[in-house]
């Protein structure tokens, strides 16, 4: 499962790269939310989705820095946290974000489906 989480893992940083809503759609579960990294707020996966396919939220780059990953397995669940370096815009406006996140996966017998995602700036 630790090589299935990683892949799961850049396999939504590729999407969000691409603006691929239909990969997202495909890996995020129905009841994803996400603590997103610019201002804290909870964003549920029908909202997540829709700013990525109306252009809204675009990523030019996210960069994962590899040294960083800790990954834990219980069960059919597993944790991820890393640090990225993100290069993005929000409603038309471009940040470069350095980040440390935890996403957390759960496999419900179809694959690997990400449950939650947070982010948090640092210096």
């Known amino acids: 499962m630790y090589e299935a989480l990683i892949d799961a893992d850049g396999a939504y940083f590729d999407a969000l790269v691409a603006s ?7 890996l995020l579960s129905d009841d994803f939310i996400i603590v997103d990294v610019l201002a804290g707020e909870l964003v549920p996966r029908e ?7 109306d252009g809204s939220l675009r990523f030019e780059r996210i960069s994962r820095e590899p040294d960083s990953l800790v990954v834990r397995i ?10 990225t370096q993100l290069v993005m815009s929000f409603q038309g406006h471009r940040r470069q974000v350095a980040s440390r996140y935890t996403h957390v996966f759960a496999d419900g017998g179809s694959g690997l489906r990400l449950v939650a995602a947070q982010g948090t700036p640092r210096a």
Do not use: K, N, P
């Open 47 to 53: 909202v997540f989705l829709a700013l990525i396919s």
């Open 74 to 83: 219980h069960g059919d669940v597993g944790v991820v946290v890393g640090s």
């Open 20 to 26: 691929d809503s239909g990969a997202l759609e495909r």
